[in-house]
């Protein structure tokens, strides 16, 4: 069974709830998830998944300083996730809080791993984001976003 990995930082509870309907849409699509806190994460964890989902608060557009330590620390394992599956999402205090360029920053970590990030044309194009509590409209959003990613995922893996 494809295995995917959704790893968050939260303070406030907003990004979890985020990262919940994430791995629901994931598991909805049939990929078995782990979902983590980043403090707990593994970096071994990285390599035994086939998708890698990333989601942070924004702080001063950019993402937490707990999760730019764990991508930091992943430069163990540089190389050897290419060809997985890659996602991300954020979520702000604001509308032009910075998730975009928080969500861009998280890819760009997923990218440069040689991961695959999809894109989406309907709805946010980088990845969900949400501002302040995650209302229902966002928390859809991450169902289905983990479904997408859920779907190439199981392409990718041949399942």
Same mark, same amino acid.
């Given at each position: 069974m494809a295995k995917a990995l959704v790893i968050y930082s939260s303070r406030s509870g907003h990004t979890r709830k985020m990262a919940e309907a994430v791995a629901k849409g994931l598991e909805e699509a049939k990929v078995s998830v782990t979902l983590t806190e980043v403090a707990k994460a593994k970096l071994d964890d990285l390599t035994e998944s086939d998708a890698i989902v990333l989601g942070s608060p924004c702080y001063y557009g950019c993402m937490s300083a707990e999760m730019k330590k764990f991508l930091d620390d992943s430069v163990k *394992? *540089?190389?050897?996730?290419? +060809?997985? &599956?890659?996602?991300?999402?954020?979520?702000?205090?604001?509308?032009?809080?910075?998730? =975009? !360029? !928080? &969500?861009?920053?998280l890819i760009d970590a997923l990218m440069i791993h040689g991961m695959i990030v999809k894109g989406n044309a309907r709805i946010s194009h980088y990845g969900p984001v949400a501002v302040g509590e995650p209302d229902q409209t966002a928390i859809? =959003?991450?169902? !289905?976003?983990?479904? =997408?990613?859920? +779907?190439?995922t199981l392409r990718l893996s041949g399942e």
């Open positions: *394992h *540089h190389g050897k996730l290419g +060809g997985k &599956v890659g996602g991300a999402f954020s979520s702000s205090g604001m509308l032009g809080g910075g998730n =975009e !360029t !928080t &969500v861009r920053g859809d =959003e991450c169902r !289905t976003y983990g479904k =997408e990613l859920g +779907g190439l």
